[in-house]
């Protein structure tokens, strides 16, 4: 078993998927030749041919939208965004076209496709690039979204995704791609789409988070434990299903709940997780439920990146504040 970073997990996904299935094909800006501007498909043009990864121009409605047409007559297109930040462009054809198709055709047509993006902070990158803007499609029935945390996960879900018969946005940490190794399986293997995992087991508070707040918010729950303070960890991995269930579950034992993520406040993946709270466990709680998330503000300028995030400083605050209600 050999330890692989997250973007190799990547690439070895997409690989074993193309082998296995001819109609994987790969598109998107600079993925051919290059091998992407994080080498994410490195060499998978040398190996699979143009025909089946192919460099697109500079147009990402067009990358979506030629992706829509090829998989309602078959394909099962894996494209690619430069970077999240630039999804704008692209709204029409994923939310109006490839999350709708289905339901439009009364199931005559099915739109599997993937489509990967790079996001986050802590990478000092330039305007457009860090931005988190999963919340903007947490509001789209039909279409999935998926947020690994890890490299196991990373090449389990895209499996996964590129096997689903529905579109499916799977977003890559940018600050964990080349972070760390872990082990991964040589073999292809599948992680459920809509399942979170509990990577830590508590009782005195709960902790819900996802894509590359993971490391740290698990360093931090390390660190409560050496002092007698056991903290519940989950990754949700997938926030478009939402499993509620593992978030109640946990809830329900602990009385205590914090959501932490780099999107901003207002109208996050925060915002949805405390409203289904209240409304199915709410006489659980024992405390108000605590965000730690960006700032309602455009992402700032590098110089302001690690205030602006949230960092262990904000995150043990917030613990403080929710523990000793």
Known sequence: MA??????????????????????????????VNGGVFRATEGLYEKFGENRVFDT???????????????????RPVAEIQFFGFIYQTMDQVCGQA??????????????????????????????????LEALFLHTPGLKVVIPSNPFDAKGLLI?????????????????YRSYREEVPEEAYSVPI????????????TIVTYGGSVPM???????????????????????????????????EK?????????????GGVGAEIIARINEECFYSLAAPIVRVTGYDTPYP???MEDDWLPNEARINEGLVKLLSC
């Open 301 to 303: 300028v590098q110089t």
């Open 254 to 266: 602990t009385g205590r709940l914090m959501i932490v993520h780099e999107a901003v406040k207002t």
């Open 160 to 176: 996964s995704a590129i096997r689903d018969d529905n579109p499916v946005l799977f977003l890559e940490s940018l600050k964990l």
């Open 57 to 75: 121009p500079l147009a990402e409605s067009g990358i979506i939208g030629s992706a829509v047409g090829l998989a309602m007559n078959g394909m």
């Open 99 to 132: 999350a709708r198709m289905r339901y439009r055709s009364g199931g005559r047509f099915t739109v599997p496709i993937v489509i990967r993006a790079p996001f986050g902070g802590n990478v000092r990158a330039p305007e457009l690039h860090s931005d988190s």
């Open 217 to 251: 918010v698990k360093k931090i729950v390390e660190e409560y434990k050496t002092k007698g303070i056991h903290i519940e960890l989950i990754d949700l991995r997938t926030i478009s299903p939402l499993d509620i269930k593992t978030i109640k579950e946990s809830v």
């Open 194 to 205: 809509g399942k979170a995992a509990v990577l830590i087991e508590g009782e005195n508070a």
């Open 3 to 32: 330890k692989l970073t997250m973007v190799e997990a990547i690439r070895q996904a997409m690989s074993q998927e193309m082998e296995q299935n001819e109609r994987v094909i790969l598109l998107g800006e600079d993925i051919g």
